[in-house]
C-alpha cells in the first residue's frame, strides 16, 4: 500500500468517526466532551476504596462508562446518562435500586411502554482494560484469574480459602493462601480493594 492510498483510509476513517458523533444521540450537538464524564466531580477512574464505574447502555441518551460510589441508585446512574429514549418509564422500585459494584446498566424496551433495567457484572476483561480495582471480598474466580500473576487454579484457590475461613480484612490475608507469597501479594496490591 502506498503513501496515497494510506492517506486515503485514514481520510475516510476519520470523516466516518465525525459522521458517527455528528449523528449519535447527545454527541457533538449537544457538547459533550469526549475524552471526560459528563458533568461529575468524581474522578473518571476510581483509584480503589469504595467507588467503582457503570457501564450505561441501551436506551439512554449517553452510552458508556460513568463513576459512581456508594449508594448511588440505578436513577442516579440514569440521570447521568441524559434521558431515557423511546418514551419508556420505569418503576420507581427499580429507580431506586442502590448499585453496590462495578457493572453494566442496560435500559430495555419492555412491554406497553414499560422499560426494564438489566444489570450484569463488568467482564473481567473490560476491568482489566479500565484497570479497575478487584474486590478480593467479592470477586468470582473468573475476576481474580485477570489480575496479574493468578491463574485459574490460584483464582479458585483464593475463592476455597474465603468460602472455608471468611473474608479478608487485609490485603496481607491473601499471604495465607497457598501459592501467595510476599512477591506475588506486591504485584497485586495495586489492582485490588479489601472493602
Known amino acids: 500500500m502506498n503513501r496515497e ?3 486515503v483510509i485514514l481520510f475516510l476513517t476519520l470523516a466516518l468517526c465525525l ?3 455528528l449523528t449519535s444521540p447527545g454527541g457533538l450537538r449537544e457538547g459533550i466532551s469526549l ?3 459528563a458533568k461529575s466531580e468524581r474522578p473518571w477512574i476510581p483509584t480503589g476504596g469504595k467507588e467503582f ?3 450505561l447502555d441501551g436506551q439512554v441518551e449517553r452510552r458508556g462508562i460513568i463513576p459512581a ?3 448511588m441508585t440505578v436513577g442516579e446512574a440514569l440521570e447521568q446518562a441524559g434521558r431515557v429514549y423511546g418514551g419508556l418509564s420505569l418503576p420507581e422500585e427499580v429507580l431506586g435500586q442502590k448499585i453496590e459494584k462495578s457493572g453494566r446498566l442496560s435500559v430495555l424496551p419492555g412491554t406497553e411502554g414499560q422499560g426494564k433495567v438489566l444489570w450484569e457484572p463488568l467482564s473481567p476483561a473490560k476491568g482489566k482494560i479500565l484497570s479497575l480495582p478487584v474486590a478480593i471480598n467479592s470477586a468470582t474466580a473468573e475476576e481474580l484469574d485477570a489480575l496479574p500473576g493468578i491463574g485459574p487454579r490460584m483464582a479458585r484457590a483464593i475463592v476455597e480459602f474465603r468460602e472455608k475461613y471468611g473474608n479478608f480484612s487485609t490485603p496481607e490475608d491473601l499471604l495465607r493462601v497457598p501459592g501467595i507469597g510476599a512477591r506475588k ?3 497485586l496490591k495495586p489492582r485490588i480493594t479489601v472493602p
Request: charged letters at 5%; zero cysteines.
Open 19 to 21: 459522521l458517527y458523533f
Open 53 to 55: 464505574v457503570l457501564e
Open 69 to 71: 460510589g456508594p449508594g
Open 185 to 187: 501479594l506486591a504485584a
Open 5 to 7: 492510498q494510506q492517506g
Open 35 to 37: 475524552f471526560a464524564p
